[in-house]
C-alpha cells in the first residue's frame, strides 16, 4: 500500500456503509480480515480507503454508497490535507466546465498517466482565467510545502511577482503570489481517484454544483477554522453595493462576497487574503460561478496589498475585527490614510480607508462592521472626517444573529469615494434589530433587505429618506459632529410610534389571561400509584431494522427553500428557524406523525410533528424517527423517549458534550390500542407545556411593555 494512501475514520465508514459507528467497531472485533489501522491515535485510527472499500465491497455492504458520499471521504481524507484537495478538485471541475474533451482525453489511461498531463491541460484553463504561468509552476514545484509564499512587507510594490504572458490581459498582483498555482504531476498523482471522482459527480450535478457541494460539506465540518458570511447577508452588501464593472474583495476569505455579486460580460473581480487555502477556493469558486475575468492573489492586504493601482467600481470586505497586530508601526506613513492615521486598536478603519482608497471617484464601499467602530473614541476623528468629506453615506444596524459573532448587532457601513459633486449633507442611519428571530437561523431576511433597501434607494435618489421612527432617519452631518462622533443608529433614531401602547398591552394582558385559565384546564390530573411495570422492551435501533419504522439523520443541505427545523426549535418548541449549507444533497424533509429527537445536550425532548410543522428540513443535531402507524403510534414513541431514566442509559459523554444514541432508546412491547392509550395521555402533557411556554413569553411581553409605557409616557402610572 502506498504510503499517502487517502485514510477514512470509523466514522467515515459508517457513513460509506451507511450504518452506526457501533456497528465497524463490532466489524473490527469479528472479522479478523478487517483492514488494520494505518494512521490516527489508538482511539481515533484511520484506515487505507481504498482498503476498507474492498471490503466493504467484498461483504456486499458498499453497493448503496451514494456517488457522493464516496467523493467526500477522499477528498476529507486526502493525505495532503482536505484543503489541497479542495484546490484539485476545484481546477479540474474548472477544466470539465470549459473543456470537457479536453479532460476526456487526460483522464484515459492509468492514474500515473492522469496525473502526468494533466498540468498541460490545466495550463489552458488557468492561465486565461487566472493569470498565473508556467514561472509560478514552476516555483511551487520547487518549493517544499503546498501553499503559495507571501512577499515580506518590506518588499518592493513596484515589480509584479510573477511574468504575464503578452496573451493575457490582466492587472496582475504586485507585492504577493497569485492564489492559483499550476500543480505538477507528483503534486496530482495522490488526488487521482478523487479527481475521477469528482468528474463523475459533475456528469450528475454538474461541475459547478459539484465544487459547491464538497466546499460545503468542508465548511460544515470545520465551522471553527473558518469566519463565513451568510449568503443572505453578502446579497444585502451586493445590492447596496450596485451595479459594478470592477469589484474587490480584499479580504474574500471563502468567496461569499464575490459569489453574490451580479455578473455581467466583461466584469472584473479581484480577492486577496492572507490565507492562500482560502484566496485559491476564492479564485476557484468564482471562476465556476461565472465567466468573468478573476484575479485573486495571497498576502496580508494592508502589509502587502496585491492592487495598489486598481480603481474599483465596487469594494465588499468583511474584514477581521479587533486586530492589534494589523501594521500599526510599520504604516504610518502609508498614502491610504487620507481621514487620519488609525490607532492601532482601530483596525476596522484602516480596512475602510484601504477600501475606500481602492475605488474610482464615486465608486461604493460596502463594510461590515463590529457595532464598536461606530462609537470608540480612539476612532472618533477618523468618524469625523469621513462625515465632513461625504465619504459614510450609511450606516446600517444588522439584527442580533446576523453574522458570527452572533451575540452582537454587527453594522453596515456604506461609503463612496468623493467625486467633483458637492458631498451629502445628510447619512442614513438605520436599525433592523427588530427583525431579530427567536431561533438560531438568522434573522427575517426578506424584512431586513426590503427595509434596509428601501431606505437606501430613497436616500440615494432624492438625498434623505423619510423618518421611520425605529427603523430609518436621514441625520444632518452637523448633528454628528459633536465630541464623540457616535454613529450608533439606536442613539439617533426617535422610538416606534406606540400611540396605543396602553391598548396593546391590554391586549396581551387579555391572551396572558386566556392562557392561564387554558392551563389550568389542561393540568394534569391527580396520579394513580402503581408499582413499576416489568415490560419487555425493544429498542428503536431494532424496530428500524425490522422495518417497523424509518431512522433518518438531519443536516445534510439542499436547494430546498423551506424553513429548517434546528434542534434549538425542538428544544424550545417553537417554529422552524433555521437554514441549512447549501449543497446539491437532498434535505429530509418533516411529515405528519414523524417524531423527532435532539441527540446533543443531554436533554429529553421529542418532538412529534404536525401540520403546522410538516414540510420542514431537519436540521443539524437531529434524528427523525417515522414510525409505520400500522405498528407503533407517534404519540407513544415520543411520551417513552421523553423518560429520563432512557435517555441516561442511551447517552454517552464527552469532555464538553453529552450526545444521545437514537438507536439505543427503548421502548416497551405493546398493542397498538394500548400504545394509543398511552399516547393519548402523552399527548395532553405536550399542550399543558406548550401552553405554559406560551404563558411565559406572554408574560415577558407583558412585563417588557409595562416598563417601556412607563418610562416613554405612553402609559401613565394610574
Known amino acids: 500500500m502506498q504510503d499517502n494512501a487517502t485514510e477514512v475514520t470509523a466514522a467515515g465508514i459508517a457513513r460509506l456503509a451507511g450504518v452506526g459507528r457501533a456497528a465497524v467497531s463490532n466489524w473490527r472485533r469479528r472479522h479478523a480480515d478487517f483492514p488494520k489501522p494505518v494512521g490516527g ?46 484546490v484539485h478538485a476545484g481546477s479540474v471541475l474548472l477544466l470539465i466546465h470549459e473543456r470537457p474533451t479536453v479532460w476526456l482525453d487526460v483522464s484515459a489511461g492509468s492514474d500515473a498517466r492522469l496525473a502526468a498531463m494533466l498540468p498541460d491541460a490545466l495550463e489552458q484553463v488557468l492561465v486565461p482565467r487566472f493569470g498565473v504561468t508556467r514561472d509560478a509552476r514552476v516555483h511551487k514545484r520547487r518549493g517544499a510545502s503546498g501553499t503559495a509564499a507571501v512577499n515580506t512587507p518590506g518588499a518592493a510594490r513596484t515589480a509584479p511577482a510573477v511574468h504575464t504572458p503578452a496573451d493575457v490581459n490582466t492587472s496582475q498582483p504586485v507585492n504577493s503570489a497569485p492564489a492559483v498555482h499550476i500543480p505538477a504531476g507528483p503534486e ?29 460539506r468542508h465548511l460544515d465540518a470545520n465551522p471553527r477554522q473558518y469566519t463565513l458570511t451568510p449568503a443572505e447577508l453578502a446579497r444585502l452588501m451586493a445590492e447596496l453595493a450596485g451595479p459594478a464593472r470592477t469589484v474587490l474583495d480584499p479580504a474574500c476569505g471563502t468567496g461569499a462576497l464575490l459569489r453574490a455579486v451580479e455578473t455581467r460580460p466583461g466584469q472584473e473581480l479581484y480577492a486577496q487574503d492572507s490565507a492562500p487555502e482560502l484566496a485559491a477556493l476564492t479564485a476557484l469558486r468564482s471562476a465556476l460561478h461565472a465567466r468573468v475575468t478573476v484575479r485573486a492573489a495571497v498576502g496580508d492586504t494592508l502589509r502587502a496589498e496585491a492592487y495598489p493601482e486598481l480603481r474599483a467600481d465596487a469594494v465588499l470586505c468583511h474584514p477581521p475585527f479587533n486586530e492589534r497586530n494589523w501594521g500599526h508601526d510599520e504604516l504610518a506613513y502609508d498614502p491610504r490614510w487620507e481621514y487620519g492615521f488609525p490607532a492601532r486598536t482601530e483596525s476596522e478603519l ?26 470608540r473614541r480612539s476612532g472618533r476623528r477618523i468618524r469625523a472626517d469621513l462625515l465632513r468629506r461625504g465619504a459614510l453615506r450609511a450606516v446600517v ?60 434607494r430613497a436616500s440615494e435618489r432624492e438625498g434623505g429618506c423619510e423618518e421611520r421612527p425605529g427603523l430609518a432617519r436621514s441625520v444632518p452631518v452637523i448633528e454628528l459632529l459633536d465630541d464623540d462622533v457616535d454613529l450608533a443608529p439606536a442613539r439617533h433614531l426617535p422610538p416606534p410610534v406606540a400611540a396605543d401602547g396602553a391598548q396593546q398591552l391590554t391586549a396581551v394582558r387579555e391572551r396572558l389571561g386566556e392562557t392561564l385559565r387554558l392551563t389550568a384546564d389542561l393540568t394534569p390530573p391527580a396520579a394513580d400509584s402503581a408499582r413499576p411495570a416489568r415490560w419487555p422492551l425493544t429498542t428503536i435501533g431494532e424496530l428500524a431494522r425490522g422495518g417497523a419504522l424509518v431512522m433518518r439523520t438531519g443536516g445534510s443541505g439542499g436547494h430546498t427553500r423551506v424553513p429548517v427545523l434546528t434542534d434549538h426549535d425542538v428544544l424550545a418548541g417553537t417554529a422552524p428557524s433555521g437554514t441549512l449549507p447549501e449543497s ?22 421529542a418532538r412529534v ?110
Open 188 to 216: 496530482l498523482l495522490p488526488s487521482a481517484p478523487l479527481l475521477r471522482g469528482a468528474a463523475e459527480l459533475a456528469a450528475e450535478l454538474g461541475a459547478r454544483q459539484t465544487f459547491e457541494f464538497l466546499l460545503g
Open 609 to 718: 410533528i404536525d401540520d403546522t410543522t410538516a414540510g420542514a428540513a431537519l436540521g443539524r443535531n437531529l434524528v427523525l424517527l417515522r414510525p409505520d402507524p400500522t405498528a407503533l403510534d407517534p404519540w407513544f414513541i415520543a411520551g417513552f423517549l421523553r423518560g429520563t431514566a432512557n435517555n441516561r442509559q442511551a447517552s454517552s459523554y464527552a469532555s464538553t458534550a453529552t450526545r444521545l444514541d437514537a438507536r439505543r432508546l427503548q421502548l416497551p412491547r405493546l398493542p397498538l390500542d394500548e400504545q394509543r392509550r398511552y399516547g393519548g395521555r402523552f399527548r395532553a402533557l405536550d399542550e399543558f407545556e406548550r401552553a405554559l411556554r406560551h404563558a411565559g413569553r406572554l408574560g415577558e411581553q407583558l412585563v417588557r411593555g409595562m416598563y417601556d409605557g412607563l418610562t416613554d409616557g405612553t402609559v401613565a402610572p394610574g
Open 41 to 86: 491515535t489508538e482511539t481515533s485510527p484511520s484506515f487505507a480507503l481504498a482498503e476498507v472499500e474492498a471490503w466493504l465491497r467484498k461483504q456486499g455492504k458498499l453497493a448503496e454508497v451514494p456517488l457522493r458520499e464516496r467523493v467526500w471521504q477522499q477528498l476529507a481524507g486526502h493525505p495532503e490535507g482536505p484543503v489541497t484537495a479542495l
Open 584 to 605: 446539491d444533497e437532498e434535505a429530509v424533509l418533516t411529515e405528519p406523525g414523524d417524531v423527532v429527537v435532539p441527540v446533543l445536550g443531554g436533554g429529553s425532548v
Open 350 to 375: 484602516a480596512w475602510v480607508q484601504h477600501a475606500l482608497a481602492r475605488l474610482r471617484d464615486g465608486g461604493t464601499a460596502v463594510l461590515l462592521m463590529p457595532p464598536a467602530a461606530a462609537s
Open 397 to 456: 444596524a444588522l439584527p442580533v444573529g446576523a453574522a458570527p459573532p452572533y451575540n452582537i448587532p454587527l453594522h453596515l457601513w456604506v461609503l463612496r469615494r468623493p467625486d467633483r459633486t458637492p458631498a451629502q449633507p445628510q447619512v442614513l442611519l438605520a436599525d433592523t434589530g427588530r427583525f431579530a428571530t427567536e431561533g438560531r437561523g438568522g434573522p427575517d431576511w426578506q424584512a431586513v433587505r426590503d427595509a434596509v433597501l428601501d431606505a437606501w
